[in-house]
């Protein structure tokens, strides 16, 4: 137990499919992200939030769609992605700004078919 | 524009042999936090260490330690007395302060297989 939580694991998905990743944590941390882990490449910041507000979206196109409901809970919607969109999804959260690291979740591994 | 540097893209070792992930990062930040990941098979990153730009004192933990020299912009991680269990990707970090909430930016990760 990592103290962010992911789901689904795994997930295929059709390019015309509609689905959506979840995270959550309960650390009390105020700040949580979304990142992309393609093979080969280094990890790309994806999406920030701070206490439910979006501070960052790092060109992400709009075919991924977060919501942060509250400060535990981080959704990433996907809909009519690409093959490219093939790859590891990690949330992390931390507290104060990250200064003291930031905690990951175990991923979701997407494929998209 | 931050950016870090893994120039070992996957080292191998036997077992009890001492090893150094290096790392390189350029930033024009006086205040930065560096920091190293360890992502075992099962996906999650894992924490190892923070340093902050500041404190240039080497770090010791167990097998694990950290070289922070700011004059080569360099963070470089050995462990000693590798084990099987070390195996795993690294990623060395650098966080840049962005309003109330920092933004970490990683190195493309070394892969270590320790071997027996």
């Known amino acids: 137990e990592t103290g962010v939580t992911q789901t689904p694991r795994h997930l295929v998905m059709g390019m015309t499919n509609k689905k959506s990743l979840k995270c959550e944590q309960h650390?009390?941390?105020?700040?949580m992200y979304w990142y992309k882990q393609s093979a080969k490449k280094p990890l790309e910041l994806m999406f920030v939030?701070?206490?439910?507000?979006?501070?960052e979206n790092n060109s992400v196109p709009s075919r991924f769609s977060p919501e942060c409901p509250n400060s535990s809970h981080l959704f990433l919607h996907l809909h009519t992605l690409q093959p490219e969109d093939s790859a590891l999804y990690l949330c992390?959260?931390?507290?104060?700004?990250?200064?003291?690291?930031?905690?990951f979740g175990s991923g979701t591994r997407l494929t998209v078919v | 524009a931050q950016k870090v540097t893994q120039a070992q893209t996957e080292i191998s070792v036997v077992e009890k042999e001492d090893v150094t992930l290096d790392c390189v990062y350029e930033?024009?930040?006086?205040?930065?936090?560096l920091f190293w990941y360890k992502q075992p098979p099962s996906g999650e990153l894992v924490f190892l260490i923070r340093?902050?730009?500041?404190?240039?004192q080497n770090e010791i933990s167990g097998r694990y330690s950290w070289n922070f020299q700011k004059s080569t912009s360099s963070f470089n991680f050995t462990i000693t007395a590798s084990q099987v269990v070390d195996s795993a990707v690294y990623f060395c970090?650098?966080?840049?302060?962005?309003?109330?909430?920092?933004?970490?930016?990683f190195g493309t990760g070394t892969r270590l297989q320790v071997t027996l």
């Open positions: 992390a959260s931390s507290q104060d700004g990250g200064w003291d690291g930031y905690t």
């Open positions: 650390l009390g941390h105020n700040a």
């Open positions: 939030y701070n206490f439910k507000e979006q501070t």
């Open positions: 930033t024009r930040d006086t205040t930065y936090y």
């Open positions: 340093r902050n730009s500041f404190d240039e």
């Open positions: 970090a650098l966080s840049e302060a962005r309003g109330t909430a920092s933004k970490l930016t």
